[in-house]
């Protein structure tokens, strides 16, 4: 059975750290793009980190970039997203998400096919 199991959101003061985690099982994560999608209320999903597997290729949107880090262990069939210096637009639920190969980072999140349950993260003093 496929499945992607989400931990790690909670409430953060702004300017703090947090970590995501993503721990995969019935399959195997260095085949696949990944990728996490942030979803703030009442808009659609944001991709805020991507990485193809096979390649190493990483993307992120100017808006996390050199806050926001996506990183794999293979050997835990997990990935992770550290996010520092976090700001309340950054408020959301956190999905971490795979799908082939072949699929761009920018390709949108209705490409994506496995998903995580999504974790809530809130950004507030």
């Known amino acids: 059975q496929v499945q992607f199991v989400e931990s790690g959101g909670g409430l953060v003061q702004p300017g703090g750290p947090l970590r995501l985690s993503c721990a995969a099982s019935?399959?195997?994560?260095?085949?696949?793009?990944l990728a996490w999608f942030r979803q703030a209320p009442g808009k659609e999903h944001e991709v805020v980190s991507c990485?193809?597997?096979?390649?190493?290729?990483?993307y992120y949107p100017d808006s996390v970039k050199g806050r926001f880090t996506i990183s794999t262990d293979n050997a835990k069939n997990t990935v992770y997203l550290q996010m520092s210096s976090l700001k309340p637009e950054g408020t959301g639920v956190y999905f971490c998400?795979?799908?082939?190969?072949?699929?761009?980072?920018?390709?949108?999140?209705?490409?994506?096919?496995?998903w995580g349950q999504g974790t809530q993260v809130t950004v507030s003093s």
């Open positions: 019935g399959f195997t994560l260095d085949y696949y793009v």
């Open positions: 990485i193809h597997s096979r390649h190493g290729t990483i």
């Open positions: 998400a795979a799908s082939s190969p072949e699929v761009s980072c920018l390709a949108g999140w209705d490409m994506f096919y496995y």
